[in-house]
């Protein structure tokens, strides 16, 4: 609030102390100019109505100019004289004839500082010059053309005349005093509710930050858990798919034992590619997992997706549409296929018998389109955003139903925006889902 007052006192002190020198530098001028221009008005109006008969008769009869008003010709020019002056607001008014012979005055108290005809003269009109008590006189010419001229010489008191200046410059200064003032205290008003808002916006951003850290540490964690105990379990787990593979393939096995191997070692598989899919997230979530594009066929690995979905297919009819019987495109192979086989055993596995399966790969301008579209039982709309959060499913019963984690397109959404492309998919509960994955491409790879 100090800060504030000081500005203020500044405000004020520059906003008088500029006033003050702009008045002081303009003042005398104003009042000259002003007071010259009304000895003009003035001069011009007694040349009219009285000089110019009497200068006149002067010339024609050749008086004495001293001894004017004994003349009878002259006997009003005095009254006449003085019924146009007295009204004033003057100090003295005072003619001479042809510069030196005074032949009015009026006024006659104060002591006479009579300036005669110079070159001080303004092109041969006026000039103005101040006595010795800080009156100003102006000394006009009567007739311009004369050599020299008759002149009127009019006394104006400047202290009286210079107070309307100094009562409009300070009422001039108030104004703007109380504008600035108005304006400076509304602009502190303004700065504090500005500084305010901001402090609490600050104090909202910071405690935004330290959450959005918290929950960033928290999800580290729980992705460097899920990956430690996902690393830890495949050690086991391999050794149980690889022992349950030699027996269920040993000849002295009966039929049932047989059985019970072949189940353990499918479930082993399950559980291994379970737990791989949980590490990729895992390593994806915390930035470590490394893209590495190879140039492959497009269409050779989309054929063997198919036939590796073959053995858990139901009576499922799969239509397939590709642009090109080659397709050269450089991507992570490895990636690319573990999408595709996740978007098609979900398809598989959410569609009936008898149901329908689209695989098409579509040119775009520059990007490869692979869309896999079923009729099956679909995703409702509200519930898409879930199902692609991990471990989210949209509907319960189903996932009781047929098995899963619910990794698999959270998964594949964040594969292919690691390899640059996009992942979108549209579904409608009943109606089936389309999954349109994007990747990018040009003409070069197949160089």
């Known amino acids: ?6 500005s203020f006192i500044l405000i004020v002190v520059t906003i008088l102390l500029t006033s003050f020198l702009g008045y002081m530098k303009t ?3 104003l009042l000259e100019s002003s007071i010259e221009r009304n000895a003009i008005n003035i001069r011009n109006i007694f040349n009219r109505l009285i000089w110019e008969k009497y200068s006149f008769m002067l010339e024609m009869y050749n008086f004495e100019p001293t001894r004017m008003h004994e003349k009878p010709q002259f006997m009003y020019f005095e009254s006449e004289a003085k019924l146009l002056f007295e009204p004033l607001d003057v100090i003295q008014v005072e003619i001479f004839y042809k510069g030196e012979t005074k032949v009015f005055s009026l006024n006659k108290y104060l002591e006479h500082v009579h300036h005669p005809y110079n070159h001080d003269l303004k092109n041969n009109i006026s000039s103005t010059s101040t006595d010795n008590q800080g009156n100003i006189i102006v000394t006009v010419a009567l007739n311009p053309e004369e050599n020299p001229p008759s002149v009127i010489e009019i006394t104006y008191d400047a202290k009286s005349l210079i107070r309307p200046f100094r009562i409009t ?17 509304w602009s502190v008003m303004k700065i504090r509710e500005s500084s305010k808002v901001l402090n609490e916006q600050f104090s909202i951003n ?7 850290e918290s929950i960033e540490e928290i999800s580290s964690q729980k992705s460097q858990f899920l990956a430690n105990v996902s690393h ?40 291994l590619n379970l737990i791989n899919d949980i590490l990729d997230f895992s390593k994806s979530e915390l930035n470590n997992l490394e893209i590495k594009p190879t140039l492959f066929d497009l269409v050779r690995l989309t054929e063997t997706c198919i036939r590796m979905t073959t053995t858990k297919r ?22 690319v296929k573990q999408v595709i086989l996740n978007i098609l ?42 199902a692609l959060s991990v471990f989210g499913q949209s509907n319960t019963e189903l996932s009781r139903k047929y098995d899963g984690a619910g990794i698999g397109l959270p998964l594949s959404k964040k594969l292919v925006e690691l390899m640059g492309g996009a992942f979108e998919i549209e579904s409608k509960e009943g ?15 197949a160089a």
């Open 1 to 6: 609030m100090f800060n504030y007052i000081k």
């Open 431 to 445: 109606s089936g889902t389309v999954v349109k994955i994007r990747l990018p491409y040009r003409e070069s790879n």
């Open 232 to 271: 830890e379990l495949k050690t086991p787990l391999n050794a149980i798919i690889g022992f349950s593979d030699l027996i269920r393939t040993a000849e002295v096995l009966g039929t049932e034992h047989r059985e019970y191997a072949n189940d353990i070692y499918y479930s082993g598989n399950h559980l």
């Open 27 to 29: 003042e005398k001028n």
């Open 206 to 212: 910071t405690k935004l930050k330290k959450a959005k």
């Open 314 to 335: 139901k009576k499922i009819k799969i239509v397939k549409s590709f642009f090109s019987n080659k397709i050269l495109i450089k991507s992570d192979h490895k990636r």
């Open 345 to 386: 055993s979900n398809s598989i596995k959410f569609t009936n018998e008898d149901g329908l399966i689209k695989i098409s790969i579509i040119r775009l301008p520059s990007e490869i389109e692979i869309e896999i579209s079923d009729n099956g039982v679909g995703i409702p709309e509200k519930d898409i955003a879930k």
């Open 169 to 185: 410059w300070i009422g001039f200064t108030l104004v703007v005093l109380f504008i600035c003032s108005s304006l400076f205290l």
